[in-house]
Nanobody
Framework: EAHLVESGGGLVQAGGSLRLSCVAS????????VGWFRQLPGKDREGVTF?????????YYSKYVEGRFTISRDKGKNTVYLQMNQLKPEDTGVYFC??????????????????????WGEGTPVTVSS
């Protein structure tokens, strides 16, 4: 059975950094699109970033995090990371990782909206204090 487990969330001051991890079990990330999503207080879930299975395709980032957040994957550890720098109070929320088989017929927007994702973690909370 496939599972995703996030870790690394916590409390940080504005301007600080956190690195979130997402470990997969029951499947390999190798042929999967991986992504991070977040749910801010009182808001719907939104896409943060996603990366297709091929490293030749650049990851896509939300305009709210571009330049501050970086997605990466460690194939040997079957783990995906989200490095978050220059955190702002408005980044406070619950962060989820997700994965979906990389289907070339699916557009990037399909994955960024979450529709192409098959597996979801339960989330890790991030709180940024001002």
């Amino acid at each position: 059975e496939a599972h995703l487990v996030e870790s690394g969330g916590g409390l940080v001051q504005a301007g600080g950094s956190l690195r979130l991890s997402c470990v997969a079990s029951g499947f390999s990330f190798e042929n999967y699109v991986v992504g991070w999503f977040r749910q801010l207080p009182g808001k719907d879930r939104e896409g943060v970033t996603f990366a297709r299975s091929s490293s030749s395709t650049q990851p896509y980032y939300s305009k709210y995090v571009e330049g501050r957040f970086t997605i990466s994957r460690d194939k040997g550890k079957n783990t995906v990371y989200l490095q978050m720098n220059q955190l702002k109070p408005e980044d406070t929320g619950v962060y989820f990782c997700a994965a979906g088989m990389d289907r070339q017929t699916y557009s990037g927007l399909t994955y960024f909206a979450g529709y192409g994702m098959e597996y979801w973690g339960e989330g890790t909370p991030v709180t940024v204090s001002s």
